[in-house]
């Protein structure tokens, strides 16, 4: 759903009748609704059922695509996407009920594979999207994501077990409610920064109503019993510095995805630019996906051995040598698929390890709700890098005819601050615990859910 209508960007302003800045709603809603959905369905889940969450949020994805496939204008678009980032919560919930229902020796690698998907459909989608983009009427790609997610609904209620596991209580509405108007508020203020100004009363004034409901929300969230986020959990040792160091993963991780691109789409006759098509850009990146997909199962096997405290630093050892290794090489397409691969291991290994860091620390009652809070912190690494990256390479640019073009020393400079997030998250996970504090986390239900049984 992220990569989805990647293709159709430079297009979207004619297809939506709509200007440049209008038609970017098309995506910005996606990353707003997913930031929103994503705690929310997590709490709910774990209070209500999981599966039934899980139902839910595919249910909004079919009827977003669907809307979306019908769609010709700007708001019938907007909305379709609207529901399709509602289906963010996917992720944080499967994995669990991979918690809930699998033995012990099969949890590490299943919740793995879960986590690395993340990168996979999104590496993957984009080959596919612009296959379709480019062969077929735009809209098809709609009625194909409509089509999966009915696929997938299908196999949910013939397979997916629902887990007997409540929290029960109420859903804390005002939580949720003061959590989802701070992230639409910082989250608009991201992307929408560098289009309005970063100095405007609009971008000032959203930045400032974030921090103000942020600190409202937690004062509520640490005085009412039944809490969306518990931060007395959220703010324990593992937990804190694993949803820090997702939070830079996801900086790291979308570097790649905002510069090889455009390198290999830039004209030749820039020096530095490959003038290649949108379907080879999927190609270029879909080995990424697929190292990604790959060193999943790895990734458990390292969290089993060694813990996945070393296996975080592993993986993010990995990735800042893959962009280090993209500021040198950038000049063949060759070059960027061992870079795009480099990095795709190292993402495949740190993500891999996130969900076993997250459940060792937290009781299974609040399994989904922190599955969901980690998620929600590699959003908003990537929302920063979006914006970050965007600024930089709007300011160091070379003149390309009547146009200006990001030159070869911005790429370089976005790199190596992708190289430089990398070593943060070394940084802070090397003061995780040695071993996975899964051993002094609750393991059964607490009194409410045995009650709501």
Not at 79 to 88: D, H, K, Y
Not at 115 to 121: K, N, R
Not at 220 to 233: C, I, Q, S, Y
Not at 273 to 292: E, F, I, R
Request: charged share 10%.
């Amino acid at each position: 759903m992220q990569t989805l209508v990647i293709p159709l960007i430079p297009a979207l302003p004619g297809l939506l009748h709509a200007s440049a800045a209008d038609a970017t709603w098309a995506i910005t809603a996606t990353l707003l609704a997913g930031a929103v959905a994503t705690p929310t369905m997590g709490r709910l889940g774990d209070m209500y059922g999981k599966r039934r969450m899980l139902l839910v949020s595919l249910g909004a994805l079919v009827v977003g695509s669907a809307i979306g496939a019908l769609s010709d204008s700007l708001v019938p678009m907007v909305a379709g996407r609207t529901l399709q980032g509602l289906a963010a919560g996917v992720i944080p919930l499967g994995i669990s009920i991979m918690r809930d229902e699998l033995p012990a020796e099969r949890l590490g690698s299943a919740t793995a594979m879960m986590s690395a998907s993340l990168g996979v459909g999104g590496a993957l989608g984009l080959p596919a999207a612009a296959l379709l983009a480019e062969n077929a009427d735009w809209h098809v790609l709609f009625w194909t994501a409509a089509g999966l997610g009915l696929v997938v609904t299908a196999l949910v209620v013939a397979l997916v077990p629902e887990s007997p596991l409540r929290t029960g209580g109420r859903f804390d509405v005002l939580g949720a409610a003061g959590l989802s108007i701070a992230l639409v508020c910082l989250l608009l203020a991201i992307s929408k920064g560098a289009d309005w100004g970063w100095g405007s009363a609009a971008t000032l004034g959203l930045f400032a109503a974030a921090l103000v409901v942020l600190l409202l929300w937690g004062r509520w969230e640490l005085r009412t019993p039944r809490p969306l986020v518990d931060l007395r959990t959220s703010a324990r040792r593992q937990v804190l510095l694993t949803n820090i160091a997702s939070a830079v993963f996801g900086f790291a991780m979308f570097a790649m995805s905002l510069v090889l691109p455009q390198l290999l789409q830039l004209p030749a006759a820039t020096g530095y630019g490959l003038g290649k098509s949108m379907l080879v850009v999927g190609l270029v990146m879909a080995p990424s996906g697929l190292v990604m997909m790959a060193l999943a199962p790895v990734s458990a096997r390292i969290t089993a051995t060694r813990g996945p405290k070393t296996t975080l630093m592993c993986g993010a050892v990995v990735v800042a040598a893959g962009y280090a290794l993209g500021v040198v090489l950038m000049s063949a397409t060759w070059h960027l698929v061992l870079v795009s691969s480099i990095i795709g291991a190292g993402i495949g290994l740190a993500y891999g390890a996130m969900p076993s860091l997250v459940m060792g620390a937290v009781p299974v009652s609040e399994t989904a709700a922190a599955n969901s809070l980690n998620t929600l912190m590699r959003s908003i690494g990537t929302s920063v890098s979006s914006a970050t990256a965007g600024l930089i390479l709007a300011r160091l640019t070379v003149q390309f005819g009547p146009v200006a073009l990001p030159s070869r020393d911005g790429f370089r400079l976005v790199l190596g601050m992708g190289s430089a997030a990398a070593i943060i998250a070394l940084a802070v996970a090397a003061f995780l615990p040695r071993r996975s504090a899964a051993t002094s986390a609750p393991t059964e239900p607490e009194p409410a859910a045995a009650a709501s049984r």
